[in-house]
């Protein structure tokens, strides 16, 4: 892996981060339409800027927990390649890192380098967090109370309808251009 400074991943992330989002005319956080999974306000990767998901209300989802020294890390690039062969349609791929499986690093800027410059994800990529163990994030603690599983691995992928409705879940092995998932999404932007 190729290394480059704090200074580097910092200038790389503002970049990414600068390039507008597809505009949206979904509800903004707080007004009262938008879906509990969604209601949250949470620190986007190596960033001082946080992002308001409800403005992906109305949208279908696939939420995936992430590590960078992972044997599935690798799917970064078929998540990206889904985020752009999708986002048109309203699909958003929301990108958690976590180390409950102890395959994250501690430092946050080498994570946004795996995710940034290794993978060259553009996709929406929050703070490192916890989505199976201790203290959950509140987007994974609410999948779990629509009666998801917790991840057992690292790239459990999540498929979430336009309601904010969990729509199927699947393991690390489910890579992102499978069929199943696939039909999944699709179902996810029926409703």
């Known amino acids: 892996m190729t290394r480059l400074t704090g ?10 981060l600068a390039v507008p989002v597809a505009a949206t005319t979904t509800p ?21 800027e946080t992002l308001a998901l409800c403005s992906y209300a109305g ?12 044997g599935f890390t690798g799917q970064f690039a078929g998540l990206e390649a889904l985020w752009q062969a999708r986002q048109h349609e309203d699909l958003v791929v929301l990108g ?19 995710c940034y410059i290794n ?6 990529m929050l703070a490192p967090s916890a989505v199976a163990h201790g203290e959950v994030n509140p ?16 790239f459990h992928k999540y498929v979430v309808d336009r309601q904010g409705r969990l729509v199927a879940e699947f393991g690390s092995r489910t890579t992102p251009d499978d ?9 996810a932007l029926l409703r």
């Open 7 to 16: 200074t580097a991943v910092t200038l790389a992330a503002s970049i990414l």
């Open 28 to 48: 903004e956080a707080g007004t009262g339409e938008c879906p509990a999974v969604l209601a949250h306000t949470l620190p986007r990767l190596h960033s001082s």
């Open 59 to 70: 949208r279908a989802l696939v939420v995936v927990n992430t590590a960078s020294y992972c």
């Open 96 to 114: 958690f890192p976590s180390n409950d499986f102890r395959q994250e690093d501690d430092d946050e800027s080498v994570t946004a380098e795996v």
């Open 119 to 124: 993978y060259g994800v553009s996709f929406p």
């Open 139 to 154: 987007v994974f603690a609410e999948l779990q109370r629509q009666g998801a599983s917790p991840p057992r691995w690292n």
């Open 179 to 187: 069929p199943a998932l696939q039909a999944a999404i699709d179902e």
